[in-house]
T-cell receptor
Framework: DSGVTQTPKHLITATGQRVTLRCSPR?????VYWYQQSLDQGLQFLIQ???????AKGNILERFSAQQFPDLHSELNLSSLELGDSALYFC?????????????FGPGTRLTVL | AQSVTQLGSHVSVSEGALVLLRCNYS??????LFWYVQYPNQGLQLLLK??????LVKGINGFEAEFKKSETSFHLTKPSAHMSDAAEYFC???????????FGTGTKLQVIP
């Protein structure tokens, strides 16, 4: 158990819909990272927040957005869902801003778009 | 820019045999390098990391990796494979500071009894 929690574990929805994925980092960790893992694209970094502020952006679509709240939990919002958005979404956390920090991964949310 | 290449998307070894998973990196500055393992239906877990101290890094579960600057490599090894080592392994690189971590495409390790 990494100490990172993600809800829900599974999510099934339809094209065009909007969903919210939630992540609670390990106690004391200030950075939260979001990743998308799919068979065709592998593990893709989406976005990082550090202590409530956006720190780094990766291959995140405009239809996707995220935020980190004062209690440091984070939410990833996915809207106008397409079939290709079906994937595993991981959240990870680390103590500091990144670099050589170890990232601790949650168990993931499996999103299926029908 | 930074990148990492994992040679071989699938590797099969017999139980008790040497495990060698290859990773080559590209970075314009001295890198930090990681190996993560992912078991089925789970998140990634850190095996080991190189942060410019000793070039031979020992990790959990008997794995180790050697940083070779001249070869830009960070291959993962384990002397004797165990059935429980069957998983997907990811090599990752960052140039430190506030730079994001770039993951490789992963290598699935199969251990044959």
């Amino acid at each position: 158990d990494s100490g990172v929690t993600q809800t829900p574990k599974h999510l099934i929805t339809a094209t065009g819909q909007r969903v919210t994925l939630r992540c609670s980092p390990r106690s004391g960790d200030l950075s939260v990272y979001w990743y998308q893992q799919s068979l065709d694209q592998g593990l893709q970094f989406l976005i990082q927040y550090y202590n409530g502020e956006e720190r780094a952006k990766g291959n995140i679509l405009e239809r996707f957005s995220a935020q980190q709240f004062p209690d440091l939990h984070s939410e990833l919002n996915l809207s106008s869902l397409e079939l290709g958005d079906s994937a595993l979404y991981f959240c990870a956390s680390s103590v500091d801003k990144g670099g050589s920090d170890t990232q601790y991964f949650g168990p993931g949310t499996r999103l299926t778009v029908l | 820019a930074q990148s990492v290449t994992q040679l071989g998307s699938h590797v099969s070894v017999s139980e008790g045999a040497l495990v060698l998973l290859r990773c080559n990196y590209s970075s314009s500055v001295p890198p930090y390098l990681f190996w993560y393992v992912q078991y089925p239906n789970q998140g990634l877990q850190l095996l080991l990391k190189y942060t410019s101290a000793a070039t031979l890094v020992k990790g959990i579960n008997g794995f180790e990796a050697e940083f070779k600057k001249s070869e830009t490599s960070f291959h993962l090894t384990k002397p004797s494979a165990h059935m429980s080592d069957a998983a997907e392994y990811f090599c990752a690189v960052t140039s430190g500071g506030y730079q994001k971590v770039t993951f490789g495409t992963g290598t699935k390790l199969q251990v044959i009894p």
